[in-house]
């Protein structure tokens, strides 16, 4: 896999500034957020239902803009660019969903290369990656399968493939492992991981699943009552901690 691109003056990945968000005339959902991901980095985004993380994501790969505040990536604050440029730098966030979210009616191959086809590469220009991507998930022998007839774990993983298949710079995931039993979510995790070591791709997941959470030593960033906080509850000290003082479980 070849290095991440990021440009030389980027040393954050995402950067809110005093963010907040409401839909129509409710009140804010989000408040003054402030965050930073740095390049390479992998973290987790917590909160009980209904706290906003899907609204905080949605924010990271600019699909909703902010009521007040800033969204930078790749240290380009984005409120006054252009459509084009918005794109552009969308291009290089892949998303994973709870829900899968592929073509029915195409393969698991096709799923994963339709990035590419979107972008106008030639089939025989990335045949051999989308394959190799498909055996990385563990899908070599189901190349040709169609998405109903393959497992929710199994689907999930195409549509891993197809967020990391253009090697973007930041994955975001939201619930990832909402619809795979724990063996798989636990699987998927290690994907993550895979991805953020090998390709340097800054990671945040999403998700309700402390038990997740506990297996990776990574920061996790909890929404309550529209704020960001940084949990040191979940977070690596704990990890550590548990790791010296055994009888201290969490
Ligand atoms: N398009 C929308 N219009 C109006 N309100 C919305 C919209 N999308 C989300 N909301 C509201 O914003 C709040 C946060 O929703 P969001 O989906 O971001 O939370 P969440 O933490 O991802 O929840 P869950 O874990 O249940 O998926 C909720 O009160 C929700 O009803």
Do not use: C
Request: no cysteine; aromatic share 6%.
């Amino acid at each position: 896999m070849t290095h991440p691109r990021y440009d030389l003056f980027d040393d954050v990945a995402v950067r809110l500034d005093s963010v907040s968000l409401r839909y129509d005339t409710s009140e804010d959902i989000l408040s003054d957020i402030d965050l930073v991901l740095k390049p390479g980095s992998f973290s987790f985004l917590t909160g009980a239902s209904g706290a906003g993380k899907t609204s905080l994501l949605k924010l990271l790969y600019l699909a909703l803009k902010p009521s007040r505040g800033e969204v930078s990536l790749f240290g380009r604050p984005t409120s006054n660019l252009t459509r084009d440029q918005l794109s552009a730098l969308r291009r290089r966030v892949g998303v994973v969903f709870q829900e899968f979210r592929l073509l029915e009616h195409l393969s698991a191959y096709e799923n994963v290369a339709l990035p590419l086809r979107v972008l106008g590469r030639r089939e025989a220009d990335y045949r051999a990656d989308v394959e190799e991507l498909l055996a990385w998930v563990g899908l070599g022998e189901r190349l040709h399968a169609k998405p109903p007839t393959l497992s929710g774990g199994e689907q999930q993983r195409v549509a891993i493939a197809r967020a990391v298949v253009t090697q973007p710079d930041i994955l975001i995931a939201d619930e990832p492992t909402g619809n795979v039993d724990p063996e798989m979510g636990t699987r998927l995790m290690r994907l993550f991981l895979e991805l953020n070591k090998r390709r340097k791709t800054t990671v945040i997941i999403a998700t309700h699943d402390l038990g997740l959470v506990r297996q990776v030593e990574a920061p996790v960033y909890r929404l309550a009552n529209r704020l960001l906080v940084k949990d040191v509850e979940y977070g690596p000290d704990t990890v550590a901690r548990r790791r010296t003082d055994p009888g201290k479980g969490i």
